[in-house]
């Protein structure tokens, strides 16, 4: 222990040089949303750079308290809405790797801008429960729970709903404005499956969609190649 | 703390003769599938009943470990296959509603038979990571992941496939003989959503469902008429 | 386990009797934040009754989830400010108690409205990081971490900021014209310490007071007047 | 929600007197040690009483803040030794049985004294890490390691070590004066097995023990004599 | 923030560049098996090497899902027993280590194979609670709890046992053909102590050994020759 | 994973030569208390060093069992009181930094000394609940709950008391000779806001605080002379 924090002194330096000549590029991915063992953590690019791996959240070596700013614990991204999909939804999402502030303080946040008739589809985050308030507009918005039962209604300006950890859930736009919603997340990664595109835009195997649809071979065939980026000439 | 012990004398008696003329029925529900903090906890018939509510797992009071028995940790009732669905697949789940001893310790497990061709449609455990061994047969079995990426590959006879927590996933028997499967989870409750019935079984609303999915009223009409019980005449 | 599930049968009923005469009103606790084991958990008003305990979160047995509603996921209290204090400050506080659907999901949030000039003061919460929203408005807002450093900033409308776990935070409006903010928290009871009150309004020997701050007694005496509720005439 | 609210004036009183007619007892087992979420939680007595089963700790509904007191969070039965063992063991153990405050802040400890080469057994926490701190004395203490490699030494007056949670470890006294240790762990019920009796206590069969430890039947048949304390006379 | 994503650009490179000249070998161990906050972590031998410590799981920073095979979530080496000990077990212990899909996702496996008369000595795992599937046999199975009650049985073929995480438990075959079962774990590491060996292989101190059994220094010498490797010749 | 085993076996020399050159400076913060997934993790400093950041505990990878000695697991820094500051109070704390046996299994401790009349002033860990141990003395010592209801009393030799997570506390010596006590943590890092420096010694804005206490900025300034050390002439 003692010989640890000599071995210290020089080694900072060390470390220094070596990443002036060397700038060292790792990630660790961290395992769990559970308590901090730290006020905070703010990852230290000094050691790194953070990757944005396909959704994937990655973390670093923590920068000293005196290194972090106020900056890394404010987000100023959401102020208007994004870019819109073809289904009418502008999705803007807050995790560590755009606010380093939230690494592993276990939450995570969306601005979600639907325009009028447009929808969220049918998805579920593995690892989060959201909770979803409605800044402006008037959204049909529901869930289906494991009996199949689902819980939907109309929320309008100022309303908040709970879709419970890893449930399916989804949102149209029903007013006549656009709808712009904010929801939060207690997982720095909650994860996504849109159900069309996990079932149609992956590549499972077309006779086990057959025979769990009771569709067609032809009928699998045109929703794969409205989903299957692959299948989109 | 010292009178609390010296109630507990007279009010043990009490509580049977309370028992005897108002067989208290309550259920409480567990929150979590954390650490446990005894042992065990074999739910105690003397304070009510175990009530199967549409899948929800319930506890009660434990008994003393002097009226807990070796069979509430054994289960027997996995030795054949259940019941087969029209999908050619037979399910055996052990919970701590049918298997007392699995109750707080954070594992529950299924048995599952897929006949020749038959299918365990694309689904998901909301809370749990699954281990499937295949005891009997061959089948095709994957997963998507939040990238839209399906790992899926042919599992023979004792191979071991681990489908991650809340991700999508599904088997086919590919095989010349039926297929024997056991699961075991990571959660004494994983829960259930079948992404056909969850969709199409559930009342989503039909334009909402349009719009996702990019089919027309009759075709989404055809596929609620297949998943939904209320729609089925 | 087979006998459990044989005297459910009757003791529902009984039970129904039972309470219709003996209206039976218990609380339990529930004693963490962690993953739930069913997909919600709305309290059952059939086996007693939620009660506010001082802010504290009190949990019931379940509801099935045929008796559940969607209203139970939806809350609609926030839609406009609450009632403002002497430091212009008004929280709408949506935990379990009147908002169902939060139960074992390991969420809650809260809106605060402040008028121009107003003080949300120095405070923590001992179970929850924050996300606070800025609605409408513009804030001096910050916190202290362990190392006494201050991190604060001035917030304008669509910004976030994240206050981590534990840390005393604080907000003040420098605008013209009424703030409304949005903190959501990752526990259902995130608790609250509000410094002030804390030091000055539970009773804490003066003595001790006077020590840690190097204030005369004179001076202490003026701070508890101010904020010991017993002490205000 | 509303209901329930209203429901609750009438029970509060109701309850009472359903209770000063059949003094209701049930114990909750609590699953877990996560997170509190709740500032405490001190058991009512007045919803039944703590009953002592073998060792597992049982909770209740929680008192109000407004009824629970400072001596709930005092513990002061540990100031002497407790009655020695015939190893030369005293241990006095504080739990929420008899700390009621402990109850689901994930703590606990106990006060160990060692006569002079009295020795506390191989045993082992399932559910805890122990940091023992030498409050007088001399004493042998070690653990072993999932590599059958094991860690020991001489501890003096002041000096703690740290047991990792559910590794075998032990004590003797091998100072020339009594031993007082006062351990700590991080879970409200850490159990406890010892291997002794465990083994040789239990009613593990013969045959299967004389495999496991190559000894003959009489060996097995002596040691089983010593601790199984249905074979004592 | 920004700048992070800048220097990822030209790092990416220069890293791969770093690892051809210095294969950077270095291994985090896990500190816990909580909720994943990705879908899933294979470690990625680009930047380092996963060693295998006497039983002890590291972890690497992840693969990209691009990078990321089917493979990787497939286990075949439990199709066949493993090499039999003198007690006439063979255990396959899948891991992280050998089945890097199970990586953070809080479950592995073992396969035991016991031939007839063999035995599994009495064990514990200090991290994980155990479901044990007979797939072949008949085997008499059982653990103990803290109030050292015994809770065995014979299971036959079919049948699964439940081992409450952390307690004593122990097999024998006594049937008349082998017996090959699959143990599931809610822990990527369950951790093992083996009774005999933890106590007469660790080097424990005779003299206490000799107090905890009532066993003579010639007993204890010889139980400690069977077990200790150092002092077998 | 079979060739990532083969890249092991070169790559251990490469590094150490790596190292020799290069000596790595890294650390990583772990990001929570949760189940340990090993024995025991003692940093290993071939790989890196402890940095102590301003209280901040990091982690390494950890060392081989073998590499391990006992003398990590054992603290003999408290066995006399530490520097007083100039409130009469004298901490020594022990946590991964300094003792690293602890790293990873969820517990630290610290002995605090106070002088006659001397105070520990009011604060509070963000992480744990604390256990302390009067071991010599008389002390003033109570916390205060989310009800603004302060709990405190008296406490003497050999008196335990619990400070629920979070929760604000203080302890005075009302005694006339020193008192020592000696806390324990349920996190490796609890983590600490003493409340007169956070308010007073970080910078928050004068006129929130003004505010927040009704005070003069007069009072304030006075109040921030005392904590503030950019303000300490």
């Excluded at 923590?62 to 290194?67: A, G, P, Q, T, V």
């Amino acid at each position: 222990m003692r010989q640890i924090q000599k071995r210290e002194m020089l080694s900072q330096n060390t470390l220094l040089l070596l990443l002036a000549i060397f700038p060292l590029s790792f990630s660790i991915t961290l395992a769990s949303d559970p308590d901090p063992v730290q006020d905070f953590c703010i990852p230290n690019p000094k050691f790194g750079s953070i990757r944005t791996i396909h959704g994937m959240h990655t973390i670093l070596p923590c920068k000293n308290s005196s290194e972090t700013n106020t900056e890394d614990f404010v987000f100023s991204g959401a102020k208007a809405a994004g870019n819109f999909s073809n289904t009418g939804l502008a999705v803007i999402s807050a995790s560590p790797n755009n606010f380093p502030g939230l690494n592993t303080l276990g939450m995570s946040f969306a601005r979600a801008d639907i325009k009028v008739g447009g929808i969220n589809p049918p998805h579920f985050h593995p690892r989060a429960t959201e909770l979803v308030h409605v800044v402006k507009g008037k959204v049909y918005s529901g869930f289906v729970d494991s009996n199949n039962k689902v819980f939907s209604t109309i929320l309008e300006e100022g309303e908040v709903m709970v879709f419970p950890r890893g449930l399916v859930h989804f949102l149209m736009n029903i007013g006549d404005k656009p709808a712009t919603l904010f929801g939060s997340f207690n997982s720095q990664n909650p994860g996504l499956q849109k159900i069309p595109s996990t079932l149609f835009g992956s590549g499972i195997d077309e006779e086990l969609l057959e025979k769990a649809f009771g569709l067609s071979s032809k009928q699998i065939g045109a929703l794969r190649k409205k989903f299957d980026p692959k299948k989109t000439s």
